[in-house]
């Protein structure tokens, strides 16, 4: 999930994406993710068997609830279990068979979007209906492609202020990737402490965007914690991610390829780049005169391009482009400040969901319908980008390798090939970068006779997939295809 910004410059692109303010450190594939001995307390839990906005009762099985996780930095903290934080989840049943089915854990980019961008605009059952939406309560309409047709999945809100999660003592712990992992972390152990039903279901970890950064952590951690007997109950199998952020360098770098490749840079301009910034398109030496010239036309040229889908249009309603001159924080904060529009502009996807969403979360009918506990979020809203997040984990490469190397998991990583914040090439040079050898090469994948995309698969147990025509976040801009490669991939298919 993104936020569109008008402005293109190689840093904003991040910016637009993941974080507010930068650390210097990075975290190796050794670190470990430390935790007290877990309890399996929880602070609630309840059935949802009507949503407003949906008619009728819901046609599969919804729980809501949190779970206490704690903080190290939180005042409360007492080294006794101590639950400073709640994390809110919203848990769906498989509509097949819950009881066999795969359990996913599912999370939501941003960081700090809430997982209601899962649920209603990409995998889960339900859909929200932004266009029919006409000021009153919005609606909401069932998703056929939604990925619990086979699988039980658990969206959680985190980190901690992230949707309805809150902490109880302290409206500024300090949040970022690592403590980020920390909490995921035991909230799935504790989850699954809380559900023993659940427990010997397969169990598997995904998300979109910047979950690229947290997953593989997280992950390693699980895997971890089999192999030293601490919580051998666990059944993990797997990971799938789409369109990962992973290594900002590499990514960075690699949307100038991906430009030209989509008729978005004359050859002239692309060979002139390759010869003047020699491949270093982020950390360029800032004497390097022909580069900086160069790097100025190549941000003209995608002025006016939608950088979640590159052949979506840009600009809508209010939101006009803004000055080019302007500084990088003037920026930022135009779309923070934003005045909202009332009703839905046509052609403005991101901002239209943002409205309708923060219509329906904010309803005293949906919150008492939910469960959410009253006076602990002041006002939802999709993506909190005000939460400050400190990016301590610059790449997860080196836990991807990790991953690979330990024996019997299975990993999906995909990609909507029209995505230019996290592009296909540079998905495909970390997985060329790990050395596993492929086992079947690049090849189409169909649904209904069409190319759906490609597929490769690795000896790992990595399978790698587009999705042709899809955008960042895949399963939004191409649900029947993203439902038949994740169906197909957990059911041990072939894409
Ligand atoms: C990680 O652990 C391995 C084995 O214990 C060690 O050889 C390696 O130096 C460690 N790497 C880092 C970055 O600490
Ligand atoms: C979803 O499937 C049902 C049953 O097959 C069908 O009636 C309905 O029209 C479908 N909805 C959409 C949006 O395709
Ligand atoms: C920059 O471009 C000019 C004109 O094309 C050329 O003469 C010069 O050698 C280039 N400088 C570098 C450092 O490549
Ligand atoms: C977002 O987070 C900030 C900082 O924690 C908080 O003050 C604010 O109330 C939250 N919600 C909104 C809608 O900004
Ligand atoms: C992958 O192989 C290349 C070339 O053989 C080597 O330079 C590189 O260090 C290897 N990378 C890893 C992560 O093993």
């Known amino acids: 999930m993104v936020r569109y910004l008008n402005h293109v410059d190689f840093n904003v692109f991040y910016l637009s994406l993941l974080l507010l303010i930068q650390s210097k450190s990075v975290t190796s594939s050794n670190d470990t993710i430390s935790t007290g001995l877990l309890s399996s307390s929880f602070s609630s839990r309840s059935t949802v068997k009507y949503l407003p906005g949906f008619s009728g009762p819901l046609p599969f099985y919804l729980e809501t609830g949190y779970i206490g996780v704690s903080d190290e930095d939180s005042p409360t903290n007492n080294n006794d279990g101590a639950e400073d934080i709640e994390l809110f989840y919203y848990f769906v049943k498989s509509e097949r068979k819950p009881e066999e089915d795969p359990l996913l854990f599912w999370f939501t980019g941003g960081p700090r979007c809430s997982s209601l961008s899962g649920l209603f605009f990409e995998i889960g059952p339900l859909n929200m209906d932004i266009d029919g939406f006409d000021g009153g309560l919005p609606k909401l309409v069932v998703n056929n492609d939604s990925w619990t047709k086979v699988a039980n999945i658990i969206f959680p809100d985190a980190p901690v202020y992230t949707g309805f999660s809150y902490s109880k003592s302290s409206p500024n712990l300090y949040v970022g990737d690592k403590k980020s992992s920390q909490s995921i972390y035991e909230f799935i152990i504790k989850w699954l402490i809380g559900h023993p039903e659940f427990k010997s279901n397969p169990l598997y970890i995904g998300g979109d965007s910047y979950s690229g950064i ?21 059944q993990l199998k797997g990971y799938l991610l789409g369109n990962p952020v992973t290594d900002k360098q590499l990514e960075t770098n690699a949307k100038v390829p991906y430009a030209y490749g989509m008729g978005l840079l004359s050859y002239e301009l692309y060979e002139s780049m390759k010869e003047n910034c020699k491949g270093k398109y982020l950390n360029f030496n800032l004497d390097n005169v022909n580069c900086t010239k160069d790097r100025q036309k190549f941000q003209e040229c995608l002025e006016n391009i939608n950088l979640a889908h590159v052949s979506e249009e840009k600009y809508c309603g209010q939101f006009r482009p803004v000055d080019n001159r302007r500084s990088l924080s003037a920026v930022v904060g135009e779309v923070f400040t934003s005045p909202e529009p009332e009703l839905p502009t046509p052609g403005c996807r991101s ?35 005000t939460v400050p997040y400190k990016v301590d984990i610059l790449s997860s490469v080196e836990y991807h390798q990790n991953i690979n190397t330990r024996f019997g998991y299975r990993s999906l990583i995909y990609s909507g090939d029209h995505d230019f914040l996290v592009p296909h090439v540079s998905t495909e040079a970390w997985i060329r970068s ?62």
């Open 214 to 234: 947290i997953v593989p952590m997280v992950v390693q951690c699980l895997i971890n914690d089999i192999e030293t007997r601490k919580y051998p109950f666990l």
């Open 351 to 385: 901002e239209n969901q943002n409205l309708v969403s923060g219509y329906w979360a904010n309803d005293d009918r949906v919150q008492e319908a939910l469960h959410v506990k009253k006076e602990t979020v002041k006002k939802w809203i999709r993506c909190n980008f």
């Open 434 to 495: 790990l050395n596993i050898s492929i086992i079947e090469d690049w090849r189409p994948w169909l649904l209904d006779d069409q190319f759906a995309g490609y597929t490769t698969t690795y000896s790992s147990g990595l399978t790698y997939a587009t999705v042709k025509g899809a955008g960042h976040t895949a399963p939004e801009y191409r649900p029947k295809e993203s439902y038949a490669m994740f169906e197909r991939w957990i059911s041990h298919a072939p894409l």
